[in-house]
């Protein structure tokens, strides 16, 4: 069924492979000799971009029921393709390789489509040349990178100033194939899947954190082991839910395997705390990442809430939809700190504040900050959403029906199948 403001969510629910986990074991994975088997991994486009990617450096990827066998190169053996290599959409796909081939003796060019090759590159490449890697890009800053990595990179100390796992998970990959210790030091809020699958792989890295920072140390003299993984459900596919679910006082969902890492579960804890009934009712830890089912009953309708820059990096993929939840919630919400949403796949702080305000949100920015006038009454909607093939921010104004007098127009939802290809399929099943 369509979604509109009589939509109640229930049933039970099993989110699509994470997103985060599906790129990463796909390029761990093709970094041993041997058999690694995968079951569960997202078939959203980013990610098979990342695959695509991989197979074109050399590592061999079959698929036999839904399960995909991964046969990888040591470390440093990625082989040189004989084209460029397209990341699509996927910010994660195009960076975390960078890092990987920048500690290999080939020559690539990587690129993206319209939205990947306006965000900004020289973050990542900045850190990776200072190992050794040739790298030139678009007017300094943005993709096509062409990237000339070396076999011979320079164990070094990174401090990465901005919170982002994309930056630390490509100098991680890029030290698979660097002779020494490699230390990093970055903040401890962004997401730590890189470090607990090696570890889970069993390489030698030390993890620490201290205060707001995190700090990691490689070294690459154990050999990476294969492995069998079952990718946990994406929470950040899951909030769509999860949100829609909180919104509407009746509202009963059961949400199976959902990956429950601390970085990235920072949205649950914001519902929760704008009134939100949700519950753990198991927990797990599978290879070095918690694991969990959920229960969402809702009995009243949402209130404001704060959050704080600090607190971005745990939800910085949930914003979107969380600033629906506020819509409908009782109160002025407050987002802080959020520079980082102006450089995803969209300016996502410019599409929210220009698409409330079209469905009949009254919100203002200032300094990055978003402040939300939200109250319990349905919105006038009706409107045109602008996502600009932004996936999250079609995903988020379409759950806004949910809240709106009048059903909003969304043309052309085709992006959804960057990180969420049965999202469509998936709502109306919940929804009655
Ligand atoms: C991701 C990290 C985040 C997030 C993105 C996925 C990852 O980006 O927004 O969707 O898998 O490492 P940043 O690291 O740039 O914040």
Redesign the pocket.
């Known amino acids: 069924m369509p979604l509109d403001n009589k939509s109640i969510i229930k049933g039970t629910y099993f989110p699509p492979g994470d997103?985060?986990i599906s790129?990463?074991i796909l390029i761990l994975a093709g970094q041993v000799i041997g058999k690694s088997e995968i079951s569960n991994l997202l078939e959203g486009e980013d990610v098979l971009n990342t695959l695509k990617a991989m197979r074109l450096l050399g590592v061999q990827i079959k698929k036999k029921d839904k399960k995909y066998f991964v046969f990888g190169v040591p470390p440093g053996g990625l082989f040189q393709p004989n084209q460029k290599i397209d990341f699509g959409n996927s910010?994660?796909g195009i960076?975390?390789l960078s890092g990987l081939i920048s500690s290999n003796n080939i020559e690539v060019k990587l690129v993206g489509d319209r939205s990947l090759s306006k965000r900004p590159m020289k973050?990542v490449t900045e850190h990776l040349s200072r190992i050794g890697a040739r790298i030139e890009l678009k007017k300094d800053l943005l993709p096509p990178i062409k990237l000339k990595g070396t076999g011979n990179a320079v164990p070094l100390i990174f401090e990465i100033p901005?919170?982002?796992?994309?930056?630390?998970?490509a100098i991680m990959l890029s030290a698979l194939n660097t002779n020494g210790i490699v230390k990093i030091k970055e903040f401890k809020t962004?997401?730590d899947?890189?470090e607990n699958m090696l570890k889970s792989m069993g390489y030698n890295i030390k993890v620490k954190e201290k205060s707001i920072h995190r700090f990691i140390e490689m070294k690459n003299n154990k050999e990476l082991k294969t492995i069998n993984y079952n990718v946990p459900g994406d929470p950040?596919s899951a909030a769509f839910f999860i949100c829609a679910a909180c919104l509407r006082p009746g509202s009963k969902l059961i949400v199976k395997n959902i990956l429950f890492n601390k970085t990235r579960i920072g949205f649950i804890k914001t519902l929760k705390n704008m009134g939100g009934n949700i519950k753990v009712i198991r927990k797990r830890k599978i290879h070095n990442e918690f694991i969990a089912d959920l229960q969402i009953e809702q009995k009243k309708n949402l209130n404001s809430t704060i959050l704080k820059p600090a607190d971005i990096?745990i939800q910085?993929?949930e914003i979107p939809i969380l600033s629906i939840a506020a819509s409908f919630a009782n109160g002025l919400t407050v987002f802080k700190g959020l520079k980082?949403l102006t450089?995803?796949e969209s300016n996502r702080l410019l599409l929210i504040h220009e698409n409330l305000k079209k469905i009949g949100v009254k919100s203002k920015v200032e300094n990055f900050d978003l402040y939300i006038f939200g109250n319990n009454y349905f919105k006038k909607g009706g409107a045109i959403i602008k996502h600009n093939d932004d996936h999250r921010i079609l995903m988020s104004f379409y759950i806004a029906n949910m809240i709106c007098k009048k059903n909003n127009v969304i043309k052309d939802k085709s992006c959804v199948k960057t990180?969420y290809p049965t999202f469509f399929k998936d709502i109306s099943q919940f929804s009655n």
């Open positions: 997103k985060s790129h990463r910010g994660t960076r975390l973050r901005i919170p982002s796992a994309q930056i630390k998970s962004t997401r899947h890189t950040s990096p910085v993929d980082e450089v995803k990180s």
